[in-house]
């Protein structure tokens, strides 16, 4: 047994059954050892950040990390920025990255780089193996790091790869958390039953089923309102859940939102802060006078917390949930011209039960939130770092996960060029993906922010950086060339007519949808 | 004036005239101040790999940089592959990054993260702008320390550059070298006149027009070879220009070429070692006894050292340079299937004269090297550190940079997958660019070291990992898509009259070649 299989054998008695793959020569004896290794599935992204993103979705959806392996740091450098999507979504990633022999790296050969200086920039934690023998230690630590949802990271060197590593013990590491702190669960228990207006922000585990049915709770017994932050990583949603309101993107309604509390807890949350920093503007949405406290700290287990405070708070004082009079059903179907309201109307009626709804349509899907309350039972995902590109990959994540989960991805155009390789993905592994591709030929969000900053009237300079439509994206010409069936509707009812089409029939599919953007 | 408007104009007075960005909300006031800014042309890329792949072939072609304006972390993350090559081809580039307003920055809003750890693993210059006041001498300094032939890099918070900075003077900066060390160059005049057989490595700058003529006197007076790095980043070629012999890529014939020598001269060279480490085989190319000398160090002008070199060894021996026998002319067009060596022999026949070649043909172009021996003068450019996906964005950069040049991109198929996006800027821009895609459906290049290390008798995991056939990608349509036009041929006589016609017409053209692999 050589150190990679002696890696891989560590991986699968770890739990890892899957591994997103663009392997180069520093990583051959691990290439080889996938066919040796039984319960593990290999699959090729044509760019890192295919292989990053796919890790990124399949570890939100199933609350446990894929393994990306990546060649030196080139290859880790193309998968940083869907990492970066992974780490604000604390989904638990696993990143391999072979590098040169450690008696060769001195010599400076020309791939050569400090990967270890980009791994730290979104990696909880990472490590360099230093020897053969330690190959097992090492990749069980980086396993069990990683399930406390964290994008952790091993670099391996090719020597140690093909090293003997005959009759050295493959270890497992079960995950562990820290301990809750039950002082600050308590006050903010406290908190939550003075009598004000309180909010609850949930982020993390907290918005998967458990925690949201223990949120609940916690509302029932407090009158709290329940919050996210702006860009979740992966919540459930829909049947018996509780509708969770989303902090507003831009900050004046933030702002507003925010200071109708006396008291904030946050639960596996992000501090809600303004997502771009803008003059005269406070960075912080949560007003300096209120009272904030989060219950869980580095390391714990936030549902663990969330459950100490529902016994903290105590019963219900009402039976019924507040403010989820949502009707349930389907809402009806939109015609007309391609509008974000028309196509968020179109999804959210059409959605499937028991779905995954990836949405990176920005601009497009501003409406689509508030207009799925009240559906079946679903998941969805939304940018949570703010990398654009994150939702192709993440879908091929999610349908590896999930398949028997059908997965809607709405996304801009602008953003799916980032990583548009991903379509090939999907083709090769017959994923059941719709993706709903919002051609609106530019980078409206930016436009929205110029706006905002006041320049309306932009120049030749301004517009090339804005418009992307000279010359016309042809999407429909670009997925076919990348082995996906694809279709492009002008109005509502087509959109409907080709979405109820695509999720009938097996395989991956794309919609590309001509917006108006009004 | 606002500090984004005085960046721009410290950076048009400093010779910037060219912008490839990909921009956001944090170089709103950047993007706005290029409207205003005369002498500054702005291209969009859709990925930032394709902005920072177009600085790097601007720069190798012109040997003076262009700006890449990056959005954030996320957006410099997607530009590292490409500046890793641009660094180890020794071009110079210059960076921008917006980066939060520093009042936002410590509140870690989602698209936050380490920009400078990432910076420093590709720049040779980075800093931070700390105030408005620092802004045009920041300015002057990046671009100052990019024209040495080096990756240069300066964060430019969102604050700073919405400062009002009237009545800052702005900064020019001359580009400055280090003196030469004349006592270094004599011992190398002294090695090569010795008698014994002798090489001058020739990188970065000594390749260009006034480095070879130099070098070819300093051959003709000693009878040394000349020789380049295996991947070197820009090359003159052609006409009077001396043949330089790459080292080759696979590490024995380069061991045994280099063993050849009782002296070695590294004039702008990386110290030659092999590309990846392999057991048993040193790392370093050239042996240990051999007497080795490098002319230039950090910070000096190259070819200002090898200028004293040629003065140190003295006049010419002899008139006629030794090994350039290579008759010059057109070699015959081939028939028959498409194979390395016939695609080799089309593309050094037709390559149009004053052309530039960019060569990411990888396992296609082995031979391309050797039978473009002779041709006429020409631009060649390699992969230089590595990285795939270079060869579409420096396409890009290169015909920006030498509108008059036709530009024949020859295009590994694995390797055009990763800045993809590129198509679409030749199109925006109507770029005098022939793209050779080589199809040969997998990472052959990957194939070969599989088989290096003993594994031919691939299993499926491993074959998920090298072959890109299933589906096979349509580089007709994918191309299509993004507006460039393009064909497919499958023989030689195919191929050269498809790449006459796409010389003739003007514009973007893309070719796929179905390879025989054989």
């Given at each position: ?8 054998k ?52 199933l ?19 869907c ?5 604000r ?52 630590a ?38 809750v ?48 932050n702006?860009?979740?990583g ?49 960075s ?32 219900a ?94 996304q801009?155009?602008?953003s ?60 429909v ?8 069936s ?31 953007s009004?």
């Amino acid at each position: 047994m050589n150190g990679a299989e002696l890696v891989l054998k560590t991986a699968v008695l770890n739990g890892i059954d899957i591994c997103f793959a663009n392997a180069g020569t520093t990583e051959i004896p691990l290439v080889a050892a996938l066919d040796g290794q039984a319960g593990i599935k290999t699959v090729l992204g044509l760019f890192e950040g295919v292989c990053t993103g796919a890790a990124d979705g399949f570890g939100r959806v199933l609350d446990r990390p894929a393994m990306a392996l990546l060649h030196l740091g080139p290859g880790f450098a193309n998968g940083i920025a869907c990492l970066h999507n992974a780490r604000r979504a604390k989904a638990p990633v696993v990143n391999v990255i072979g590098e040169h022999a450690s008696w060769h790296r001195d010599a400076d050969p020309p791939l050569c780089m400090d990967i270890a200086a980009m791994v730290g920039a979104v990696s909880g934690w990472k490590r360099t193996c230093r020897s053969a023998r330690g190959l097992s230690r090492d990749m069980a630590a980086v396993i069990a790091a990683s399930s406390r949802g964290q994008v952790a990271s091993l670099i391996i060197p090719n020597d140690h790869q093909w090293a003997e590593c005959g009759g050295i013990p493959i270890v497992t590491a079960s995950p562990s958390f820290e301990p809750v702190d039950h002082e600050v669960v308590d006050r903010a228990a406290k908190a939550l039953k003075t009598g004000g207006r309180t909010a609850v922000v949930l982020g993390g585990r907290a918005l998967r089923h458990e925690g949201l049915m223990t949120a609940a709770r916690i509302r029932a017994a407090t009158g709290c309102d329940l919050l996210a932050n702006s860009f979740p990583g992966y919540m459930d949603r829909g049947g018996s859940l509780p509708v969770v309101t989303r902090i507003p993107y831009f900050p004046e309604p933030a702002l507003e939102l925010m200071t109708r509390y006396d008291a904030v807890v946050l639960a596996g949350a992000w501090e809600p802060v303004t997502f771009f920093g803008y003059e005269g503007v406070p960075s912080h949405v949560i007003p300096g006078g209120t009272m904030k406290i989060a219950i869980d700290g580095p390391g714990q287990d936030v549902n663990e917390a969330l459950e100490a405070l529902a016994g903290s708070v105590g019963r219900a004082k009402r039976m019924t949930a507040k403010g989820d009079s949502v009707a349930p059903g389907r809402s009806s179907l939109p015609a007309g011209p391609l509008t974000p309201e028309t196509v968020s109307a179109v999804v959210a009626a059409l959605q499937p039960e028991d779905g995954i709804v990836v949405d990176e349509g920005l601009t497009t899907t501003f409406p689509y939130y508030p207009l799925s309350h009240g559906r079946g039972p679903h998941g969805f995902m939304t940018i949570a770092g703010g990398a654009i590109g994150y939702g192709m990959p993440c879908s091929v994540g999610a349908a590896l996960a999930a398949p028997a989960r059908p997965v809607i991805n709405i996304q801009a155009d602008g953003s799916a060029m980032y990583t548009v390789q991903a379509l090939w993905t999907m083709a090769r592994e017959g994923l059941n993906v719709t993706t709903l591709l919002c051609n609106n030929g530019g980078y409206r969000i930016i436009a929205m922010e110029l706006e905002r900053a006041g320049l309306t009237d932009l120049g030749e300079a301004a517009r090339a950086l804005v418009d992307i439509d000279d010359p016309p994206i042809d999407w429909v010409h670009l997925s076919r060339g990348l082995g996906v069936s694809a279709t492009r509707v002008d109005d509502a009812r087509a959109l409907a007519r080709e979405m109820k089409r695509a999720m009938k029939e097996p395989g991956p599919h794309l919609i590309e949808m001509m917006i108006k953007s009004g």
